[in-house]
C-alpha cells in the first residue's frame, strides 16, 4: 500500500519537511491543509503536494504520519479535528518548540498511543513557505517526545524516518525539552528582542545608536527578525519556565552589575573568561533554531566597479550571494566588504576563488 503523509500548516517548518519527504521519499502522497490557498497552490504547482485540502477532510484517511506544523496555540485546536482519522499504524507528530501543553491536550483527548512530539531545531528570519526548503533540517538536531503509552515500535520507525530525512534526532522527556529549550532558544530571542527595544528607545533623535550599530549588535540581535506570532505564542505556551529562567538570568546580571559597580578588574576578567572558554567549545556544526550565517569578509579598494568585480567572479563560478555590503562599522569585523551565501560550501568555495585573485578574505 502506498504510504500517505498528511500536513497540517505549510509553512516554512511544515513546508520544509513536506520538501525532505518529497526529495526522500518520492513515492509517498502528501495532502496537506493550509489556510492559505495561495500557499497549497504554489505546493502543487511545484509538485511537494499531491492532494491541497481546503479543510481537514476525509483526505487525512489513512496517514502513516500527521504532521500538525501550524503556529503552537492552533495546533491545539487541530488536534481534535485530526484525531477523527488516526488509525493504529498512524503517528500523529508537530513541530513545535513547546511540548508541555500539546502532551498535555493528547493526554486529555485519550489519543497517546499515536503521539509523539516533534521539535525540528531549525529555522530562519524568514517565514512561510516560499522560504522553505528540503535542506533546512539537514543536519540540525531533531528532539522527539514520546508518550508514556505510544510503542517502541512507533518510536523507532519515527527515529529512522527523521534520519532518513538526513536530521539528527534525539529523544526527550517533553518536560525536560521544554526547560531546555527556554533556556537556549527562548531565552535568547527575549534577550535579542528586549535588546532592540532598549536600543529603540534610547537612541538620540538622529538615531545614531542605530546607524552607528556594529556587527556584534547586529549578531546577538539577528534573530529579532523571526515571527513575532511564533514567539508569542512560545512565550504564552512556555509561561512557567520562561519565567523562571527569564528569573534566574535577571539575578546573574544583577550580579555583573555588582561586579562592575565594585570595579572589580579580577572577576570581570574571570567573566569574560569563562564565557569566552565555554563559547568556543560549542561546535560551530551545532544544529540551532537560527541557522548560523555563511559569511566572509573581503578587503577592497574604494573605487568604481570593485563590488561588481567580485560579484562578477562568484556568478562566473556559480556562487550564488545571499547578500551583500560595505562594512560601515568594523569594530569586530575585518574587512570592508561582508559577502553571506547560502551554504557553508558555496562559503569555501568562494574564499578560495578570492584568493587566487589576490583578494584578502577573512573568514569567521
Not at 37 to 57: F, G, M, P, Y
Not at 68 to 96: E, H, M, R
Not at 99 to 119: D, M, P, Q, R, W
Request: net charge negative; glycine share 6%; aromatic share 10%.
Amino acid at each position: 500500500m502506498k504510504h500517505k503523509i498528511g500536513f497540517i500548516g505549510l509553512g516554512l517548518i511544515g513546508g520544509s519537511i513536506a520538501k525532505a519527504v518529497r526529495q526522500y521519499y518520492p513515492d509517498y502522497e502528501i495532502v496537506a491543509f493550509d489556510k492559505s490557498k495561495e500557499t497549497l497552490a504554489l505546493a502543487t504547482q511545484e509538485s511537494i503536494i499531491d492532494v491541497a485540502a481546503t479543510t481537514i477532510d476525509d483526505n487525512f484517511y489513512h496517514c502513516s504520519y500527521i504532521f500538525l506544523c501550524a503556529p503552537v496555540i492552533y495546533n491545539s485546536a487541530y488536534l481534535k479535528q485530526v484525531s477523527t482519522y488516526l488509525n493504529d499504524d498512524c503517528i500523529l507528530t508537530d513541530v513545535g518548540s513547546v511540548k508541555t501543553s500539546i502532551h498535555n491536550e493528547v493526554t486529555a483527548l485519550g489519543i497517546e498511543e499515536y503521539f509523539i512530539g516533534g521539535h525540528p531545531m531549525a529555522g530562519s528570519e524568514k517565514s512561510g513557505y516560499i522560504n522553505s526548503k528540503a535542506m533546512l533540517i539537514e543536519n540540525a538536531y531533531y528532539v522527539l517526545t514520546p508518550t508514556d503509552k505510544i510503542s517502541q515500535e512507533k518510536i523507532d520507525r519515527y527515529e529512522t524516518f527523521v534520519k532518513n530525512l538526513k536530521a539528527l534526532p534525539i529523544i526527550l522527556d517533553y518536560q525536560q525539552h521544554d526547560f531546555v529549550t527556554g533556556t537556549i532558544s527562548h531565552l535568547p530571542h527575549i534577550i535579542a528582542s528586549s535588546l532592540v527595544n532598549f536600543v529603540r528607545n534610547t537612541d538620540t533623535e538622529d538615531e545614531l545608536m542605530k546607524d552607528l550599530a556594529a556587527g556584534g549588535f547586529k549578531d546577538i540581535t539577528r534573530i529579532a527578525s523571526s515571527s513575532p506570532v511564533m514567539w508569542q505564542n512560545i512565550c504564552l505556551k512556555n509561561k512557567e519556565n520562561i519565567s523562571q529562567i527569564l528569573g534566574d538570568y535577571i539575578k546573574s546580571l544583577e550580579d555583573f552589575k555588582k561586579v562592575v559597580d565594585r570595579e572589580d578588574g579580577q572577576e570581570l576578567y574571570n567573566l569574560f573568561s569563562s564565557s569566552q572558554n565555554y563559547r568556543n567549545s560549542i561546535p560551530d556544526s551545532s544544529a540551532g533554531p537560527i541557522k548560523k550565517a555563511f559569511a566572509v569578509y573581503c578587503d577592497i579598494i574604494d573605487e568604481a566597479g570593485g563590488i561588481a568585480a567580485i560579484a562578477t567572479i562568484l556568478a562566473s563560478n556559480n556562487i550564488n550571494i545571499k547578500n551583500i555590503g560595505i562594512v560601515h562599522n568594523r569594530e569586530f569585523e575585518e574587512g570592508v566588504l561582508r559577502i553571506e551565501f547560502y551554504d557553508e560550501t558555496s562559503s569555501r568555495k568562494a574564499v578560495e576563488l578570492l584568493q587566487k585573485f589576490r583578494y584578502i578574505v577573512y573568514e569567521r
